[in-house]
């Protein structure tokens, strides 16, 4: 058990409707990833918050926006939901920020299924 | 962009044999870290080795790190079926963040 949580595990929804993943990090962790994984794209980097605020970001369509609350607890929001957005939602914590990544703690993922 | 690739993508083995994966990268690292993933399942870190250490052990794996070639490998020594897997390589530290390759597919024959 990593210490992350992610919810819900599986999600199947329509295309042009709007879900949210949660993401709880470890104990302590100030710092959230959000990644996704699918069977073309392999695992890519979505965004990254540390304590609170935008750290950096990668391939994060504009459709996609994410925000870390004050507990610590980030949401990934997935609107105007495409087929092509069916994949694997990672959320990881680490302790650190930027100035020295070290371990990812993965979550166990979000299934999402866009039908 | 940091993003570790691995090589091969796929590998099947015998059970008790070696497995030896490759990952290659662009730019200076920090460190580079191994992660595994059992089918749909997160990703579990396996070992990270800074870019001043040039092998490290733990349990039956051995990370080797080659800064100049700017590559690592992982082997698996005297495999087991458990072992079948993906595994990814990560590079991070200072600036970067982690960035994933597709990650090679380990199947592991009992």
């Known amino acids: 058990d990593s210490g992350v949580t992610q919810t819900p595990k599986h999600l199947i929804t329509a295309t042009g409707q709007r879900v949210t993943l949660r993401c709880s990090p470890r104990?302590?962790?100030?710092?959230v990833y959000w990644y996704q994984q699918s069977l073309d794209q392999g695992l890519q980097f979505l965004i990254q918050?540390?304590?609170?605020?935008?750290?950096a970001k990668g391939n994060i369509l504009e459709r996609f926006s994410a925000q870390q609350f004050p507990d610590l607890h980030s949401e990934l929001n997935l609107s105007s939901l495409e087929l092509g957005d069916s994949a694997l939602y990672f959320c990881?914590?680490?302790?650190?920020?930027?100035?020295?990544?070290?371990?990812?703690?993965f979550g166990e993922g979000s299934r999402l299924t866009v039908l | 962009s940091q993003q570790g690739e691995e090589d091969p993508q796929a590998l099947s083995i015998q059970e008790g044999e070696n497995a030896t994966m490759n990952c290659s990268y662009k730019?200076?690292?920090?460190?580079l870290q191994w992660y595994r993933q059992n089918s749909g399942r997160g990703l579990v870190h396996l070992i990270l080795?800074?870019?001043?250490?040039r092998e490290k052990h733990s349990g039956r794996l051995r990370v080797t790190l080659d800064t100049s070639k700017k590559s690592s490998s992982l082997l698996i020594t005297a495999s087991r079926a458990a072992d079948t897997a993906s595994y990814f390589c990560?590079?991070?530290?200072?600036?970067?963040?982690?960035?994933f390759g597709r990650g090679t597919s380990l199947i592991v024959h009992p």
């Open positions: 990881a914590s680490s302790a650190l920020g930027t100035a020295n990544t070290g371990e990812l703690f």
């Open positions: 104990s302590g962790d100030l710092s």
């Open positions: 918050y540390y304590n609170g605020e935008e750290r």
């Open positions: 730019t200076s690292i920090n460190n």
């Open positions: 080795i800074r870019s001043n250490e």
């Open positions: 990560a590079t991070g530290g200072g600036s970067y963040i982690p960035t």
